[in-house]
């Protein structure tokens, strides 16, 4: 592999936070690069929920997924950062010159700083493995949802406890015939808003300490059968759609390679968001320290400060702090 451009940093991961970033660095004046596993831009929000509304987004009473990754696309390529889309850092390395090598299968990339904003890494939904659900996946047995227009007239039935299963609710409700969300307990791991318009809205039913048990169907979903894990009756409800949200199993993947200090699935940083590699940064839901929190309006915070230090590192004359944005002319 030859030698390719030299950029003042590298951030990886396309989500919300590294294209906050890339916007916050081309404020900052840095050559900047985007390297993305995915073929294109908006992380979970463009792949994983696009038709889910966000409501914990500064600015953003309530959002769609997909508008506000356009929106965030739109700003984190304002300063045209080179993408390096569809190719996954395998390994990291710090040159004897000082520089960082960061390279995939094909190439590799040189960068004066690196800032990780993979998220939690690569993700895989939890499915249910019972034998009838899996023959119905693809014939009425959902883990994602492209098009909320999907289900309109249908009846479905929403599996989990979480806020991913209490939003698609929401989101459906207006669309679908009817929706059920079932829960095998009566304890949600939701916001107490969300929980509250559950348990309060009339055209949606719950059935707490319930289990899938069976789908059934002539070719395509007709029926599911729950199961009350305390008493052991059954009960069948008529069903189009089955959505499972009962969460994800994530991975850094190539990432636990590179040397970095981790607590479980996540690296470790200190103050400034840097890692124990000098000059490598991490960012949102990538990183942990103490009292972390792991919403998109923390990591772009953790971003900020990510970029004026890498900024410092890259120029030692630079300001950490270069002012607020409304005293630039930009």
């Not at 009846?155 to 009817?178: F, I, K, T, Y």
């Not at 200190?270 to 320290?289: F, I, Q, R």
């Amino acid at each position: 592999m030859s030698d390719g451009p030299l950029y003042d940093v590298t951030i990886i991961g396309g989500g919300p936070v590294g294209l906050f970033g890339a916007f916050y660095a081309g404020m900052r004046g840095m050559r900047t690069q985007i390297v993305d596993s995915l073929p294109e831009l908006g992380g979970q929000l463009a792949t994983l929920y696009p038709e889910k509304y966000v409501y914990d987004m500064p600015g953003f009473p309530r959002v769609i997924a997909r508008d506000l990754a356009a929106h965030l696309i739109e700003q984190g390529t304002r300063f045209r950062p080179t993408l390096a889309l569809s190719e996954r850092i395998e390994s990291l390395e710090r040159l004897p010159d000082g520089r960082l090598r960061l390279a995939s299968r094909d190439r590799a990339h040189y960068s004066r700083t690196a800032i990780i904003c993979a998220g939690a890494g690569a993700f895989s939904p939890k499915r249910l493995l019972q034998p009838s659900v899996v023959a119905f996946e693809g014939r009425g047995v959902h883990y994602f949802v492209d098009d909320t227009h999907a289900f309109a007239g249908k009846r479905v039935v929403v599996v989990g406890g979480g806020d991913s299963a209490l939003d698609w609710a929401m989101a459906l409700e207006p669309v679908a015939a009817c929706v059920t969300v079932v829960h095998r307990s009566a304890e949600f791991r939701a916001h107490e808003e969300s929980i509250h318009w559950l348990l309060s809205c009339p055209r949606v039913h719950a059935r707490l300490h319930c289990e899938v048990a069976l789908a059934e169907g002539n070719g395509s979903l007709e029926r599911v059968v729950l199961r009350d894990n305390r008493t052991g009756e059954v009960e069948a409800l008529d069903a189009d759609a089955l959505l499972v949200t009962i969460g994800f199993t994530a991975t850094l993947g190539p990432i636990t390679r590179w040397g970095l200090h981790l607590e479980g699935q996540a690296i470790v940083v200190d103050a400034h968001m840097e890692t124990n590699l000098t000059g490598v940064y991490a960012a949102g839901d990538a990183c942990t320290y103490q009292g972390k929190l792991k919403l998109i309006a923390t990591g772009v915070g953790e971003v900020c400060v990510a970029v004026n230090y890498a900024k410092r590192r890259v120029d030692p004359s630079a300001r950490i702090f270069p002012g607020h944005s409304s005293h630039l002319n930009l």
